[in-house]
């Protein structure tokens, strides 16, 4: 771009430039009519060629300037040059906050200036704006002190959907980056609020969760791997923080804080804490634990890169073992059948890690529990005809506490909560059911067998008979309950407890009849 020192914009007299970042250049210029400083953020020259830009910018120029908030920077003007358009705002005599970001941030001022971007998000989001480029160089500090947030809402004026997904480098880091907004799909408050949760990951530990070589690369840890545990790189944050953290980073934002300012208000209550009491995470409820996959475009095209990263096509043909029951074994090769098989719950985030691995035709998992929290998930597989039974020759090898391992069936009478687990379970690998619903919390559990010890294998199934859910365990009926309709689809799962649980197991024989 053109340099601009020394020109006019329309009533604004360039003086220098302050910096330029991914897509636009800001200038520090004077107005002399009102007699003061402003900087001017100039857009690319390209995109006031584009039919409908202006217009675009007009509109969502003025949804950003109805925002009045202290911590907010105040727009002032928006117009065109030539082929310039450009953005005047309030002049801030101050650095971002990367330039503070060299090593760790003492707790209270990293609460410091999350509450305060938290308040300028809250009066964002409740006027329906999403910032969407939450990051440490869009949060002026004066003084190092008084956060200011900026470009609210200028990603989505500067990115077109096609550019969003065709390259990270389009819309600048993708280090702040939200799964959702990664994957290309709509995004609302709750994935600002997983930016302002990578800054804060960042203050606390000296470093943002993910790296890799390149944009593309870093997307796909945001989509698929867990971050770091934050107290395994800064041992000093306490185990209350740590949750606060980790709950802003979740995958889906379901299970992110719902507002911003709810970060705060926890963080904030997580320092009072360590101060009084040592704290302790809080468990969730079981039934709670389950149908975290996210399901939908997103996951096909993370499906697709996953496979092309690891070399494996996403195709695969079933052998057919008998007129209706089809032997389901996709593991006879290096990697799970993406065209089949999509990675759930935690275990989504932990594909590139030792977690998950295809030994000899099974599908095993070597679980370590480093995240201080449930961590569960498994492969599930969706499919458009009715489910009639499932089943997997099912073994544990060595396990802690409340881990377990097995086959649950999701959506039982066509509600999507509901879901029917038969699990192995140590430290005697005695075979139990558990029939639940993750909204209604209600739940039911059946011992079915009783165990003589780890390493310990059966043959476990789920089946519907039209009136009954049943399961079995080694070709026998153990226990049923009533059902309307069957269920929708199921998922080869595990549950590892916390702190430091562990669970080594695997699956194969996997068979599936179908009702139709
Ligand atoms: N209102 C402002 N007052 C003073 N400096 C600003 C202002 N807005 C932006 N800057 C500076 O200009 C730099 C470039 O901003 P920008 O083009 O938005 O790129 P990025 O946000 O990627 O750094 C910022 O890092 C900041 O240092
Ligand atoms: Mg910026």
């Not at 105040?74 to 990367?98: C, E, N, R, S």
């Not at 999350?114 to 409740?126: N, S, T």
């Not at 702190?499 to 599936?512: A, C, K, M, N, T």
């Amino acid at each position: 771009m053109a340099d601009l020192r020394g020109q006019t914009l329309g009533q604004y007299r360039v003086i220098t430039q302050i910096g330029a970042g991914g897509m636009a250049t800001v200038y520090k210029a004077y107005q002399p009519a009102l007699d003061r400083t402003v900087a001017i953020k100039v857009l690319p020259e390209y995109l006031a060629d584009q039919p409908g830009f202006i217009d675009r910018f007009k509109i969502e120029a003025q949804a950003i300037a109805r925002l009045d908030h202290p911590h907010i920077v105040p727009i002032y003007d928006f117009g065109q040059a030539g082929q310039l358009a450009y953005l005047v705002m309030k002049y801030i005599p101050a650095g971002t906050l990367t330039d503070f970001l060299a090593g760790p941030f003492e707790p209270k001022r990293a609460a410091s200036v999350v509450r305060q971007i938290a308040e300028a998000l809250d009066h964002a989001h409740q006027q329906g704006v999403v910032h969407r480029d939450v990051k440490p160089s869009n949060v002026l500090m004066q003084d190092g002190k008084w956060a200011q947030l900026t470009d609210f809402g200028l990603a989505k004026i500067l990115t077109s959907p096609s550019q969003l997904t065709a390259s990270g480098a389009s819309v600048g880091t993708p280090d702040y980056m939200s799964p959702e907004q990664a994957r290309g799909e709509p995004v609302d408050a709750r994935s600002d609020i997983y930016s302002l949760g990578v800054i804060l990951y960042q203050m606390l530990t000296g470093d943002v969760p993910f790296h890799a070589d390149s944009p593309t690369g870093v997307m796909l840890k945001h989509v698929l791997e867990p971050p770091p545990p934050p107290r395994k790189i800064n041992p000093g944050i306490s185990p209350a923080t740590e949750q606060v953290i980790l709950r802003a980073l979740a995958k889906s934002p379901d299970e992110r804080f719902a507002r911003a300012v709810d970060l705060a208000d926890a963080l904030e209550r997580s320092l009072d804490l360590d101060a009084t009491r040592p704290a302790t995470p809080v468990a969730s409820p079981r039934a709670g634990r389950w149908l975290i996959a996210a399901v939908g475009l997103g996951v096909v095209i993370v499906a697709a890169l996953i496979a092309l990263l690891i070399g494996q096509s996403p195709s695969g043909t079933a052998s057919v073992t008998g007129p209706r029951e089809e032997l389901f074994d996709d593991f006879g090769g290096p990697a799970i059948d993406a065209a089949r098989w999509t990675y759930t719950g935690t275990f989504a985030a932990a594909l590139d890690s030792s977690a998950v691995s295809i030994q000899n035709g099974r599908l095993v998992y070597q679980i370590q529990n480093t995240v201080d929290d449930y961590f569960d998930g498994g492969v599930r597989h969706d499919s458009s005809r009715p489910l009639q039974r499932v089943s997997a020759r099912v073994t544990l090898l060595d396990a802690t506490g409340n881990s377990d391992i097995g086959i649950q069936v999701n959506g039982i009478d066509g509600d999507p909560d509901s879901w029917a687990y038969i699990a192995l379970a140590p430290s005697d690998g005695s075979v139990n059911a558990y029939v639940g619903n993750s909204r209604t919390q209600q739940q039911e559990n059946f011992s079915l067998l009783l165990g003589t010890g780890m390493p310990a294998t059966h043959e476990l199934a789920i089946g519907w008979d039209g009136t009954r859910l049943i399961f079995y365990v080694d070709g026998k009926e153990s226990e049923s309950v009533a059902t309307q309709t069957r269920g929708q689809w199921f998922q080869l799962l595990f549950d590892v407890d916390y702190p430091d649980g562990r669970l080594s197991g695997s699956f194969d024989d996997v068979r599936i009849t179908y009702g139709d």
